[in-house]
Protein backbone atom coordinates (compact mmCIF):
# COMPACT_ATOMS: atom_id res chain seq x y z
CA UNK A 1 0.00 0.00 0.00
CA UNK A 2 1.01 3.55 -0.63
CA UNK A 3 -0.06 6.87 0.47
CA UNK A 4 1.50 9.92 -1.49
CA UNK A 5 -1.00 12.44 0.05
CA UNK A 6 0.19 13.50 3.75
CA UNK A 7 0.35 16.68 5.62
CA UNK A 8 2.44 16.95 8.81
CA UNK A 9 2.41 20.04 11.61
CA UNK A 10 4.75 21.83 8.94
CA UNK A 11 1.10 22.73 7.60
CA UNK A 12 -2.53 21.84 8.65
CA UNK A 13 -1.44 18.43 9.95
CA UNK A 14 -1.86 17.41 13.70
CA UNK A 15 0.98 15.07 13.91
CA UNK A 16 4.88 15.59 13.52
CA UNK A 17 6.79 14.01 10.49
CA UNK A 18 8.35 11.38 13.19
CA UNK A 19 5.14 10.27 13.86
CA UNK A 20 4.49 10.32 10.34
CA UNK A 21 7.14 8.14 9.37
CA UNK A 22 6.30 5.85 12.51
CA UNK A 23 2.62 5.42 11.97
CA UNK A 24 3.27 4.50 8.09
CA UNK A 25 5.69 2.17 9.07
CA UNK A 26 2.72 0.77 11.63
CA UNK A 27 0.35 0.25 8.36
CA UNK A 28 3.23 -1.16 6.26
CA UNK A 29 2.88 1.14 3.59
CA UNK A 30 5.32 0.74 0.94
CA UNK A 31 5.65 4.45 -0.27
CA UNK A 32 4.87 7.42 0.86
CA UNK A 33 4.76 11.61 -0.12
CA UNK A 34 4.58 14.34 2.51
CA UNK A 35 3.06 16.92 0.75
CA UNK A 36 2.56 20.30 3.21
CA UNK A 37 0.81 22.81 1.81
CA UNK A 38 3.19 25.16 0.25
CA UNK A 39 6.26 24.55 2.04
CA UNK A 40 8.64 21.45 2.37
CA UNK A 41 9.82 22.51 5.80
CA UNK A 42 9.09 17.84 6.90
CA UNK A 43 11.95 17.17 4.35
CA UNK A 44 14.70 19.25 6.06
CA UNK A 45 13.46 17.51 9.52
CA UNK A 46 14.11 13.83 7.29
CA UNK A 47 17.53 15.28 6.50
CA UNK A 48 18.51 14.99 10.24
CA UNK A 49 16.86 11.63 11.04
CA UNK A 50 18.19 8.38 10.75
CA UNK A 51 14.77 7.65 8.78
CA UNK A 52 14.84 3.84 8.62
CA UNK A 53 14.98 3.88 12.79
CA UNK A 54 11.18 4.80 12.11
CA UNK A 55 10.10 3.77 8.41
CA UNK A 56 11.27 1.26 6.56
CA UNK A 57 9.50 2.30 3.18
CA UNK A 58 10.45 4.97 0.56
CA UNK A 59 9.54 8.87 0.64
CA UNK A 60 9.18 10.68 -2.07
CA UNK A 61 9.70 14.34 -2.32
CA UNK A 62 6.12 16.00 -2.59
CA UNK A 63 4.57 19.15 -1.91
CA UNK A 64 0.62 20.27 -2.48
CA UNK A 65 0.62 23.90 -4.00
CA UNK A 66 -2.68 26.03 -4.14
CA UNK A 67 -3.44 27.83 -7.55
CA UNK A 68 -6.52 29.94 -8.85
CA UNK A 69 -8.16 28.32 -12.06
CA UNK A 70 -11.10 30.01 -13.36
CA UNK A 71 -11.89 32.11 -9.93
CA UNK A 72 -11.70 28.97 -7.70
CA UNK A 73 -9.32 28.05 -5.92
CA UNK A 74 -7.12 24.27 -6.38
CA UNK A 75 -4.51 22.19 -5.67
CA UNK A 76 -1.51 20.62 -7.23
CA UNK A 77 0.70 18.01 -6.22
CA UNK A 78 4.33 17.89 -6.68
CA UNK A 79 6.27 14.94 -6.74
CA UNK A 80 9.52 13.63 -6.78
CA UNK A 81 11.12 17.10 -6.75
CA UNK A 82 14.59 18.58 -6.65
CA UNK A 83 14.08 20.38 -2.94
CA UNK A 84 16.78 22.55 -3.57
CA UNK A 85 15.06 24.05 -6.71
CA UNK A 86 12.07 24.26 -4.93
CA UNK A 87 13.31 26.26 -2.24
CA UNK A 88 14.30 29.03 -4.84
CA UNK A 89 10.77 29.58 -5.62
CA UNK A 90 7.85 32.51 -4.24
CA UNK A 91 5.51 30.74 -2.69
CA UNK A 92 7.36 28.03 -1.10
CA UNK A 93 10.07 31.34 0.20
CA UNK A 94 6.43 32.99 1.55
CA UNK A 95 5.82 29.63 3.23
CA UNK A 96 2.83 28.22 4.50
CA UNK A 97 0.83 31.60 3.20
CA UNK A 98 -2.27 30.72 5.70
CA UNK A 99 -0.02 30.48 9.25
CA UNK A 100 0.04 33.98 10.89
CA UNK A 101 -1.80 33.23 14.13
CA UNK A 102 -3.03 37.23 13.52
CA UNK A 103 -4.40 36.75 10.20
CA UNK A 104 -6.20 33.78 10.94
CA UNK A 105 -8.10 35.34 13.74
CA UNK A 106 -9.50 37.73 11.70
CA UNK A 107 -10.73 35.06 9.77
CA UNK A 108 -11.97 33.32 12.69
CA UNK A 109 -14.01 36.52 14.02
CA UNK A 110 -15.51 37.07 10.68
CA UNK A 111 -16.72 33.24 10.80
CA UNK A 112 -17.92 33.47 14.51
CA UNK A 113 -20.13 36.62 13.27
CA UNK A 114 -21.86 34.61 10.31
CA UNK A 115 -22.63 31.61 13.21
CA UNK A 116 -24.13 34.70 15.01
CA UNK A 117 -26.41 35.83 12.70
CA UNK A 118 -27.53 32.00 11.46
CA UNK A 119 -27.80 31.08 15.68
CA UNK A 120 -24.95 28.45 15.40
CA UNK A 121 -23.40 28.23 18.93
CA UNK A 122 -19.67 28.14 19.04
CA UNK A 123 -17.22 28.20 22.47
CA UNK A 124 -17.35 31.54 23.82
CA UNK A 125 -13.16 31.27 24.38
CA UNK A 126 -12.77 29.75 21.12
CA UNK A 127 -9.35 31.45 19.76
CA UNK A 128 -6.69 30.53 16.96
CA UNK A 129 -3.84 29.16 19.28
CA UNK A 130 -1.13 27.93 16.87
CA UNK A 131 0.53 29.18 13.56
CA UNK A 132 -1.00 25.82 11.86
CA UNK A 133 -4.36 26.45 12.59
CA UNK A 134 -6.65 27.26 10.15
CA UNK A 135 -9.52 29.22 11.30
CA UNK A 136 -12.07 27.28 9.19
CA UNK A 137 -11.08 24.03 10.63
CA UNK A 138 -11.29 25.28 14.20
CA UNK A 139 -14.66 26.69 13.55
CA UNK A 140 -15.85 23.18 12.66
CA UNK A 141 -14.57 21.34 14.69
CA UNK A 142 -16.24 23.32 17.54
CA UNK A 143 -19.48 24.05 16.35
CA UNK A 144 -20.37 20.28 15.19
CA UNK A 145 -19.38 19.85 19.04
CA UNK A 146 -22.82 21.60 20.27
CA UNK A 147 -26.50 19.20 19.50
CA UNK A 148 -27.78 22.52 19.16
CA UNK A 149 -26.36 22.58 15.89
CA UNK A 150 -27.13 19.60 14.52
CA UNK A 151 -30.11 20.80 12.69
CA UNK A 152 -28.75 23.62 11.12
CA UNK A 153 -25.67 22.25 10.46
CA UNK A 154 -27.16 19.10 8.55
CA UNK A 155 -29.47 21.64 6.35
CA UNK A 156 -26.31 22.91 5.38
CA UNK A 157 -24.62 19.59 4.64
CA UNK A 158 -21.78 20.92 7.56
CA UNK A 159 -20.36 16.66 9.01
CA UNK A 160 -16.42 17.80 8.71
CA UNK A 161 -13.97 20.04 7.87
CA UNK A 162 -13.66 19.48 4.20
CA UNK A 163 -17.47 19.89 4.11
CA UNK A 164 -17.19 22.90 4.87
CA UNK A 165 -14.27 24.22 3.30
CA UNK A 166 -15.43 22.86 0.20
CA UNK A 167 -19.14 23.46 0.27
CA UNK A 168 -18.88 27.06 2.39
CA UNK A 169 -15.77 28.77 3.07
CA UNK A 170 -14.61 28.38 -0.90
CA UNK A 171 -18.23 28.48 -2.35
CA UNK A 172 -18.91 31.97 -3.41
CA UNK A 173 -23.11 31.38 -2.54
CA UNK A 174 -22.16 30.36 1.13
CA UNK A 175 -22.69 32.95 4.05
CA UNK A 176 -19.27 31.50 5.31
CA UNK A 177 -17.36 32.14 2.07
CA UNK A 178 -14.30 34.59 2.42
CA UNK A 179 -12.31 34.96 -0.94
CA UNK A 180 -8.84 33.32 -0.80
CA UNK A 181 -7.89 34.06 -4.30
CA UNK A 182 -6.56 36.98 -4.02
CA UNK A 183 -2.72 37.03 -4.54
CA UNK A 184 -2.69 33.56 -5.18
CA UNK A 185 -0.47 32.06 -7.94
CA UNK A 186 -2.20 30.51 -11.33
CA UNK A 187 -2.06 27.23 -12.62
CA UNK A 188 0.63 27.99 -15.05
CA UNK A 189 2.75 28.87 -12.40
CA UNK A 190 2.40 26.12 -10.17
CA UNK A 191 3.27 23.04 -13.20
CA UNK A 192 6.36 25.05 -14.38
CA UNK A 193 7.40 25.23 -11.32
CA UNK A 194 6.74 21.12 -10.19
CA UNK A 195 8.46 20.53 -13.52
CA UNK A 196 11.17 23.14 -13.51
CA UNK A 197 11.76 20.99 -10.48
CA UNK A 198 12.16 17.91 -12.11
CA UNK A 199 8.38 16.63 -10.80
CA UNK A 200 5.85 15.46 -12.03
CA UNK A 201 2.02 17.58 -11.54
CA UNK A 202 -1.09 15.62 -10.51
CA UNK A 203 -4.19 17.29 -10.33
CA UNK A 204 -5.55 16.81 -6.84
CA UNK A 205 -8.80 15.64 -5.84
CA UNK A 206 -10.98 16.99 -8.11
CA UNK A 207 -13.98 15.78 -6.77
CA UNK A 208 -13.89 17.81 -3.49
CA UNK A 209 -13.85 21.03 -5.21
CA UNK A 210 -17.73 20.74 -5.73
CA UNK A 211 -17.64 20.99 -9.15
CA UNK A 212 -21.16 22.24 -11.28
CA UNK A 213 -19.34 19.92 -14.32
CA UNK A 214 -15.93 17.84 -13.30
CA UNK A 215 -15.46 16.17 -16.68
CA UNK A 216 -15.97 19.77 -18.39
CA UNK A 217 -13.11 21.05 -15.95
CA UNK A 218 -10.62 18.07 -16.11
CA UNK A 219 -11.36 18.30 -20.18
CA UNK A 220 -10.23 22.32 -19.91
CA UNK A 221 -7.44 21.61 -17.73
CA UNK A 222 -6.19 18.53 -19.23
CA UNK A 223 -6.21 20.27 -22.75
CA UNK A 224 -3.85 22.90 -21.34
CA UNK A 225 -1.13 19.89 -21.38
CA UNK A 226 0.32 20.92 -18.67
CA UNK A 227 -0.28 18.19 -16.41
CA UNK A 228 0.91 14.70 -15.52
CA UNK A 229 -1.47 13.21 -13.96
CA UNK A 230 -4.70 13.17 -11.52
CA UNK A 231 -5.23 12.24 -7.76
CA UNK A 232 -7.74 9.03 -8.54
CA UNK A 233 -7.88 7.66 -5.33
CA UNK A 234 -8.70 9.96 -2.14
CA UNK A 235 -10.39 10.20 1.10
CA UNK A 236 -13.13 11.81 -0.19
CA UNK A 237 -13.69 10.16 -3.18
CA UNK A 238 -16.47 7.31 -3.59
CA UNK A 239 -15.21 3.80 -5.26
CA UNK A 240 -17.11 5.29 -8.68
CA UNK A 241 -15.26 8.37 -8.50
CA UNK A 242 -12.14 6.57 -8.20
CA UNK A 243 -12.66 4.25 -11.05
CA UNK A 244 -14.58 7.07 -13.23
CA UNK A 245 -10.85 9.21 -12.47
CA UNK A 246 -8.97 5.98 -13.34
CA UNK A 247 -10.92 5.37 -16.89
CA UNK A 248 -10.37 8.93 -17.51
CA UNK A 249 -6.42 8.93 -16.57
CA UNK A 250 -5.99 6.15 -18.65
CA UNK A 251 -8.04 7.52 -21.67
CA UNK A 252 -6.44 10.93 -21.79
CA UNK A 253 -3.01 9.26 -20.98
CA UNK A 254 -2.22 10.68 -17.61
CA UNK A 255 -0.46 9.18 -14.95
CA UNK A 256 -2.47 8.45 -11.84
CA UNK A 257 -2.25 8.82 -8.01
CA UNK A 258 -3.65 8.13 -4.37
CA UNK A 259 -3.78 9.19 -0.96
CA UNK A 260 -5.88 9.45 2.47
CA UNK A 261 -4.91 13.64 2.47
CA UNK A 262 -3.83 12.23 6.11
CA UNK A 263 -4.37 15.20 8.52
CA UNK A 264 -5.74 13.48 11.86
CA UNK A 265 -6.12 10.09 12.83
CA UNK A 266 -9.84 9.60 11.34
CA UNK A 267 -8.36 9.98 8.08
CA UNK A 268 -6.77 6.57 7.81
CA UNK A 269 -3.20 6.30 6.39
CA UNK A 270 -3.31 4.38 3.12
CA UNK A 271 -6.98 4.80 2.46
CA UNK A 272 -9.19 6.32 0.08
CA UNK A 273 -13.24 6.25 0.45
CA UNK A 274 -13.47 6.93 4.06
CA UNK A 275 -11.09 4.38 4.78
CA UNK A 276 -12.44 1.41 3.05
CA UNK A 277 -10.38 1.71 -0.25
CA UNK A 278 -6.75 0.12 0.35
CA UNK A 279 -4.37 2.23 -2.10
CA UNK A 280 -2.72 -0.31 -3.53
CA UNK A 281 1.18 0.25 -5.19
CA UNK A 282 0.11 -1.34 -8.43
CA UNK A 283 -2.07 1.87 -9.01
CA UNK A 284 1.18 3.75 -9.34
CA UNK A 285 3.59 1.26 -10.67
CA UNK A 286 4.22 2.83 -14.33
CA UNK A 287 5.47 6.03 -12.91
CA UNK A 288 6.93 5.52 -9.41
CA UNK A 289 9.82 3.90 -10.09
CA UNK A 290 11.34 6.25 -12.50
CA UNK A 291 11.12 8.90 -9.45
CA UNK A 292 14.98 8.67 -8.21
CA UNK A 293 15.33 10.73 -5.33
CA UNK A 294 13.80 8.92 -2.60
CA UNK A 295 14.17 9.27 0.91
CA UNK A 296 14.96 5.64 2.65
Given at each position: ??????????????????????????????????????????????????????????????????????G????????G??L?????????????????????????????????E????????????????????????D?????????????????????????????????????????????????????????????A??????L?????T??????????D??????R????????????????????????????????????????????????????????K????
Amino acid sequence: MIDLHIHTTNSDGEFGVVEILEKANLGRLDVISITDHNNINAYDELNNMDIKRLYSGKVIPGVELEFVYNGRLFDMLGYGIDLEVMKKSEIIKEGYVHSTIEGQSEILDKLKHVCDELGIKYSLDLKISKPNHMANDVLVDDILKYSDNKDILDSMNIVDRSSFYRKHFCEVSSPFYIDQTAGKKDIFYVTSLIHDAGGLCFLAHPFVYNLPNIKETLDEIVSLDIIDGIECAHRKHTEEQINFLIDYCNEHNLKKSGGSDFHIDSHFLGYANKGSYAIEKTLVNDWIKLVKNYYM
